[in-house]
C-alpha cells in the first residue's frame, strides 16, 4: 500500500508540474503574439503616414518603438514587449525542442527554432533601446551593412543572391497559405462565433498576404543587390515599403499594403485569444 501511495502520489506532482508548464508555456506564447500585435500595428500606421506625405519616422521595428516610447507610460510599455518577445522565442524554442508526435516533422521543429532565435534578436534589440541604450543603426542600414559583408566572402554574390531567392520563397509562402486559409488549422475556431470566424479569416487572409508581399518585395530587392554586386540596392522594411510609393499605383498601393499589416497585427491579437498553443 505503501509503494501504491508513493507512486501515486509521484504521478500526481509529475501531472501538476506538466499542467504547469503548459499553462507557462501557454501564456507565452499569448503574449508573445500581443507583442507582435503591437509592432506590425504600429508599422502599418507609420506606412499609412509616409503614403500620406506626413511622417517622418521610419515604418520599421525601430519606427514602431520610437512611436511606444512617445506614449503615456512608453517607458513601461516597451518593457512590457520586451516580455513578450522574450515569451515569443521561449515557447518558439519550447516547440523546437521538446514538441513531438507525427505531425511535428523536423522541418517544423527547425523552423520554430529559426524564428526564436529571430525573436531572441529581436527582444534583445528591444531591451537595449528600452534601457536607454538607443536603436543602432536604422533598418536599412543594417540591411546594406550585412549585404556589403556577405559579398565580400567567397562565393558572397552567390550567397547573397540564395538569400534574395529564399526570401521571396519566403514571402510567396505566406502569402499563398494566407489566401488558402491555412492559419484557421491553427486556431480553436470552434469556440468562435458564425460572425466573429467570418472578421478572423479576413484579417488572416488581408493582413497574411500583405506581409508576404512585403517579404517578397525586399527578396526581390537583395536579388537586385547580388546581380549587380551593390549593397547600397538592399533595403530593409521601412525602404521596401517607400519603393510601393514608385509603382504606377503610387502611394495607394503602399496605403493597401499598409492597411493589410495593420489587418496582420490585429490578426495577432486574434492569435493570442484563439490560437491553439
Excluded at 529559426?114 to 534578436?121: D, I, L, N, P, T
Excluded at 529581436?122 to 536607454?132: D, F, Q, R, S
Aim: with cysteine.
Amino acid at each position: 500500500m505503501t509503494s501504491s501511495n508513493t507512486q501515486g502520489r509521484g504521478q500526481a506532482v509529475k501531472s501538476a508540474a506538466r499542467s504547469t508548464q503548459n499553462e507557462t508555456l501557454t501564456a507565452a506564447g499569448r503574449a508573445g503574439f500581443v507583442a507582435r500585435g503591437v509592432v506590425y500595428v504600429l508599422i502599418g500606421a507609420l506606412a499609412i503616414q509616409i503614403a500620406l506625405g506626413s511622417g517622418d519616422e521610419s515604418a520599421d521595428r525601430q519606427g514602431a518603438l520610437a512611436q511606444v516610447v512617445e506614449q503615456p507610460f512608453g517607458k513601461v510599455m516597451l518593457w512590457a514587449m520586451v516580455v513578450g518577445f522574450a515569451s515569443m522565442a521561449l515557447w518558439r524554442g519550447t516547440r523546437a525542442i521538446l514538441t513531438r508526435g507525427p505531425r511535428r516533422k523536423a522541418g517544423s521543429r527547425v523552423l520554430d527554432g529559426g524564428r526564436a532565435v529571430f525573436y531572441a534578436a529581436i527582444c534583445w534589440a528591444t531591451a537595449v533601446y528600452a534601457a536607454g541604450g538607443g536603436q543602432g543603426s536604422s533598418g536599412n542600414e543594417q540591411s546594406q551593412d550585412w549585404t556589403a559583408s556577405a559579398l565580400e566572402l567567397s562565393y558572397g554574390q552567390v550567397l547573397v543572391g540564395a538569400a534574395g531567392c529564399l526570401l521571396i520563397g519566403i514571402g510567396g509562402v505566406l502569402a499563398v497559405r494566407a489566401a488558402m486559409r491555412r492559419f484557421l488549422r491553427q486556431l480553436d475556431t470552434g469556440s468562435m462565433s458564425h460572425g466573429t470566424k467570418q472578421i478572423v479569416t479576413g484579417l488572416g487572409v488581408g493582413g497574411g498576404v500583405a506581409r508576404g508581399v512585403v517579404f517578397a518585395a525586399a527578396g526581390v530587392f537583395i536579388l537586385v543587390a547580388a546581380v549587380r554586386f551593390d549593397p547600397d540596392e538592399a533595403k530593409g522594411v521601412d525602404a521596401t515599403l517607400r519603393s510601393f510609393t514608385q509603382t504606377p499605383a503610387g502611394p495607394w498601393l503602399l496605403v493597401a499594403v499598409a492597411i493589410g499589416l495593420i489587418l496582420f497585427g490585429v490578426f495577432s491579437f486574434a492569435s493570442a485569444r484563439w490560437r491553439h498553443l
